[in-house]
């Protein structure tokens, strides 16, 4: 097990090593540098040549990328030229949206995606499978910002049940917050519960026709015992890797549903950070997002190792 | 069977809007037509018009185009570059080679995607060219693993040993003996990755990283109705019908597809 996690470790710092150069590289590729990119055509010659002593331009590539690396490892990750506050403070802040939304989507999808699959599982061929699956095709076919938009129609313009965006802050109290976040969260949880519905309904069925279900319904277990009991823990396996990405796609994923409902979450900050041109946040939002991406794959790697002790050996 | 027509039929509908309004639309959809604007649906204009009084109607044929072109090149480029990764991967399976192929996949994949298409259009320029590319790039390793992972198995099989031992080289083997037998797998991800593809295209039009105007899109049809959204709800609704139908078509004849064309192929996907 201890091998195992080592060689996941491994390759999880490859690829944070991997991805920052990428993330480093697209920032360099920026037509003409990144001082006059931040600052528009319009920028006078002195004001470009003071960004770009700020931003340490004039250093070497590699000294530029170390200390880049370096200031993160200890914390640091720059200072906004746009807001003028480190980022760092900006990013807690903005986690402090997203990381809500994302742990609020994934329990709306496994709410809804649990009893859906298992029951649609149990009942496979019959016409409440059928709807099931259905509507679990509909579910991946709804572009998320379109469920979104009618949503803030129905639910926020005509029946004002929610408001059509913004947030709050948590100051004012958890039931105003969690209001605020109840339709993006939906919008978010829609597709993915989608996709996870199938996904428990399918191992769930590969399960069911194992040779020690077959035992157990022969020990006289009702089809129903028998899931319950025995088929359930084993369905779980896939269920929960797809969880785990999920959880990585949806904080990364907020992207568009934050910019539908005016949420100031990471995807915001991105997004603004770009039409802003301010690259020192766009380059270490990215980072952020893309190591949480590889951390939370790497941890669902190691818990797929310790619940199935086969995967430890190979890959 | 059902699944497959239903799909080919919606995806067929899509695809002749697309290529008919090429010749003919019934309305120009560069010409602003202010005395008409934000119609209801009905007369003249079965969709109804926006806000510039054009034609709903005739936008969704011309956005047809816009989506189906992003998302099929899109795909191209993931089949163009991903295919001959694995086929390369399995040919020389478990050595460095397969390693690195095998890794950078994994890489692509940690990278979240979306993301990624935002600051790539955002540090090259919007265009809807850019957003292919942006695309297509988390299409390779899709490609690439599914080619892989079906290659292996085929290598273990006798008429590769036979052409082996008739002295065929890898490259030839992957193209002759390899190639003709996962094109059917290769088909059905195909189809899927396309209407991933259109929805992603949507999505980066949305924010305004995709088409460009005057070129009409889907995606930001949707966004410039949605300031208008209560006061001219067709205006949401129809180019999101668009969406869900083409996308729905699309995964429906995959699902049939795959049915029809390996019917051992699990009902799995993810």
């Not at chain 1, 003409?32 to 528009?40: T, V, W, Y």
């Not at chain 2, 994994?106 to 320029?125: E, K, R, W």
């Amino acid at each position: 097990m201890l091998r195992f996690a080592l060689l996941r470790l491994r390759s999880l710092l490859l690829a944070l090593f991997v991805a920052s150069l990428v993330i480093f590289a697209m920032i360099e590729l920026v037509p003409g540098d990144p001082a006059s990119f931040m600052l528009g055509i319009n920028a006078r010659e002195d004001t470009i040549n003071a960004l770009r002593e700020e931003l340490g331009l004039n250093l070497p590539v590699w000294q530029r990328y170390t200390s880049w690396v370096g200031g993160m490892l200890t914390g640091d990750f720059g200072t906004s030229y746009t807001y003028r506050t480190p980022v760092t403070e900006i990013l807690i802040e903005r986690l402090w949206v997203s990381l809500p939304l994302a742990i609020y989507a994934l329990t709306l999808t496994i709410l809804i995606a649990f009893p859906a699959g298992i029951y649609a599982a149990s009942k496979r061929g019959s016409l409440t499978d059928l709807t099931v699956m259905g509507a679990t095709q509909l579910g991946v076919a709804v572009p998320n910002f379109w469920f979104a938009m009618l949503a803030v129609l129905v639910f926020a313009i005509s029946l004002r049940w929610f408001p059509s965006g913004g947030f709050p802050g948590w100051d004012a109290g958890l039931y105003p917050a969690l209001r605020a976040l109840t339709l993006p969260a939906i919008a978010l949880a829609l597709p993915q519960a989608s996709i996870l519905t199938r996904i428990m309904r399918s191992s769930l069925l590969d399960t069911l026709s194992e040779d020690y279900i077959r035992t157990a319904r022969a020990k006289g277990l009702t089809r129903g015992q028998a899931l319950r009991r025995h088929a359930l823990r084993n369905a779980l396996v896939p269920v929960l890797t797809i969880i785990g990405l999920q959880f990585s796609f949806l904080l990364a994923g907020a992207i568009i549903i934050e910019n539908v409902f005016f949420l100031p979450g990471l995807g915001r900050l991105v997004f603004q950070a770009i039409s802003q041109r301010d690259l020192i946040v766009v380059e270490s939002v990215v980072m952020l997002l893309v190591f949480a991406v590889i951390l939370v794959n790497f941890l669902v790697e190691l818990t797929y190792g310790f619940v199935d002790p086969q995967l430890r050996r190979g890959r | 069977m059902r699944n497959l027509i239903i799909g080919l039929s919606l995806t067929a509908v899509f695809v002749a809007a697309a290529l008919i309004s090429f010749l003919w639309t019934p309305f120009d959809v560069t010409k602003f037509d202010i005395p008409n604007k934000l119609q209801a649906p009905g007369g003249a204009h079965i969709f109804g018009t926006d806000q510039f009084g054009r034609d709903i109607f005739s936008m969704i044929m011309v956005g047809a185009r816009t989506s189906i072109a992003v998302a099929v090149v899109a795909v191209g480029i993931g089949m163009a570059l991903g295919v001959p990764l694995g086929l390369a991967a399995a040919a020389r399976r478990n050595t460095w080679a397969d390693e690195l192929i095998m890794r950078g996949n994994d890489l692509v994949f940690a990278f979240p995607s979306l993301v990624i298409a935002i600051m790539m259009t955002a540090v090259f320029g919007a265009s809807a060219l850019n957003a292919i590319i942006a695309i297509g790039i988390f299409n390779i390793p899709v490609f690439a693993r599914l080619t892989r992972s079906a290659a292996l198995s085929l290598w273990q099989r006798d008429y590769v040993m036979s052409a082996r031992v008739a002295g065929k080289g890898p490259v030839l083997i992957s193209v002759e003996h390899i190639l003709p037998n996962i094109t059917n797998l290769l088909i059905v991800q195909g189809t899927i990755q396309f209407s991933l593809g259109i929805l992603a295209e949507a999505a980066l039009s949305y924010i305004g990283l995709g088409a460009q105007p005057p070129l009409p899109s889907w995606g930001r049809m949707l966004a410039e109705s949605q300031t208008l959204i209560s006061l001219a709800p067709h205006l949401a609704l129809f180019p999101g019908f668009a969406i869900v139908l083409t996308v729905l078509g699309l995964n429906l004849a995959g699902d049939g597809l795959r049915d029809l064309l390996d019917p051992k192929l699990r009902e799995v996907r993810t």
